[in-house]
């Protein structure tokens, strides 16, 4: 591949990133596709992209121009299908943060990379802000030790009225979605700055009174909280969020080995605190705690110019990870084995949520044996657009409910 020449699903988180392509060099966008007129319309594009409502069409006229590459913005639990597709019809894949949307989903899709050869990674933002980075470099260079425990929390809370603007429809993905789902961006980093993965999963999730007066009517979950606590590959331990809707800030990250700790996210705003036990300072460190904000020149010249992307820098990465990985076959960090990793400790969160904590083994997708177990298990908390299909609860009992013996 000289050039990617890229088309995009989905004109609404995708604008963001149309922004960054139509702005760089390696990067050609052929065509955007979306099913809704007025979200597609309000696009700028320069004449020479194409615009599709429908996705077949959108595929097949676009490898008529010469399209080797798609990156899917469409709803959060539709991705793998759409995946499939363009992998099949020979281009490689970015997708928007989930990878699938079942168990099975997440069989098919890793099956799909193996059998195609296509590329394919998942445009998780959240490990490129520049406090993240700079925690993973903590870990990668030893400072912490040995990765004992690591935390990380999304939380996204909003007014009524943002809501109601996010989720269109009774039956759109946003009220539907339960609390541990959206867990790319709180497990992301810790996976990223530990380099780990998970192994098994447990999960807890918390029935909000508030939540419930807030978006009873337009939406169907009522938890503020999704929890989950898992033991990763390396020994460590994690805890961490889906998408929660709790009193608390933005976004936090925190991981503790045996001679250090890191800690950042909103609080710290860029800065990073470090701490040492003050009677085991190492050498070179004269105080138990620093907070500093880490050198954007440490992450390559251009770290500087990144933080003025979207995400704290994390969309200008995802841009540069693709080009890395399209035009020069460097392989990502977040591939399909991260990515459905990541889908299945949702999944199974919430299944573990529902049944008391029940601890899940979260299977290692590399490995037939492992994955064919998962190969038909297609429960969804997401009901389609006509409101039909949804095989298991997206929310907790909560507790009016259970007085009504429902
Ligand atoms: N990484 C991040 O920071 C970040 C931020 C926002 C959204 N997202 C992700 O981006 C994705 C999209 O979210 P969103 O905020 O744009 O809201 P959204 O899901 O409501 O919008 C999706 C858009 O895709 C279009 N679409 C869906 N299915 C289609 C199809 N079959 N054919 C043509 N068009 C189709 C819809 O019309 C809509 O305009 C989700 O997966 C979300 O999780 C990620």
């Known amino acids: 591949m000289d050039k990617i020449r890229i088309g995009m699903l989905g004109a609404w988180r995708g604008n963001n990133y149309i922004d960054l392509m139509l702005r760089d060099e390696e990067i050609e966008l052929v065509a955007v596709c979306d099913r809704h007129k007025e979200t ?22 676009g490898r008529k121009l010469g ?23 020979g281009m490689d894949v970015v997708s928007e943060c989930t990878s699938a949307g079942t168990m099975k989903e997440c069989v098919e899709l890793v099956r799909a990379v193996e059998r195609t050869g296509r590329k394919y990674m998942i445009a998780e933002n959240y490990p490129f802000s520049l406090s993240n980075m700079e925690i993973a470099r903590l870990c990668r260079e030893g400072k912490l030790g040995t990765p004992l425990y690591a935390e990380g929390e999304y939380n996204h809370s909003a007014s009524t009225a943002d809501l109601q603007h996010l989720s269109p429809g009774r039956y759109h993905w946003r009220a539907w979605l339960p609390r541990t789902y959206y867990v790319t ?50 020994g460590m331990i994690a805890r961490f969020t889906g998408c929660t809707a709790m009193a608390s800030d933005y976004s936090r990250y925190r991981v503790c080995g ?36 880490p050198d954007p020149a440490t992450f390559g010249k251009r770290a500087e110019e990144a933080l003025k992307a979207g995400h704290g820098g994390g969309d200008f990465w995802i841009i540069e990870n693709m080009k890395e990985y399209f035009l020069r076959d460097v392989t990502p960090f977040f591939d ?8 299945a400790t949702a999944i199974l969160g919430l299944r573990s949520s ?23 298990d297609d429960l969804t908390p997401f009901p389609d657009e006509n409101g039909q299909g949804a095989t298991m609860p997206c929310t907790m009992p909560y507790p009016e409910r259970i007085r009504e013996g429902q």
């Not at 029935?207 to 033991?231: H, K, L, N, T």
Request: aromatic letters at 14%.
């Open 40 to 61: 597609l319309d309000q696009v700028e594009l320069p004449a020479s992209v194409k615009r599709f409502t429908e996705f077949d069409e959108f595929l097949a006229e």
């Open 336 to 343: 399909v084995y991260k990515g459905v990793a990541m889908s």
């Open 67 to 89: 399209m080797n590459a798609v990156f899917l913005c469409n709803y959060f639990h539709q991705h793998a299908p759409f995946a499939i597709k363009a992998m099949e019809a």
């Open 258 to 293: 045996d001679i250090g700790g890191a800690e950042g996210g909103t609080g710290f705003g860029e800065n990073v605190r470090l701490y040492y036990h003050s009677y085991a300072l190492p050498e070179g460190i004269t105080e138990p705690v620093t907070i500093y904000r």
């Open 354 to 376: 529902l049944n008391h904590g029940e601890n899940y083994p979260v299977p290692d997708f590399r490995k037939e044996d492992e994955r064919v177990k998962w190969e038909n």
């Open 185 to 234: 961006h709180a497990m992301g980093p810790l996976m990223y700055m530990t380099g780990s993965m998970p192994k098994y999963v447990c999960g807890r999730s918390v029935y909000s009174p508030a939540i419930r007066r807030q978006v009873e009517g337009f939406r169907s979950v009522y938890d503020g909280v999704g929890m989950m606590f898992c033991e990763m590959d390396n």
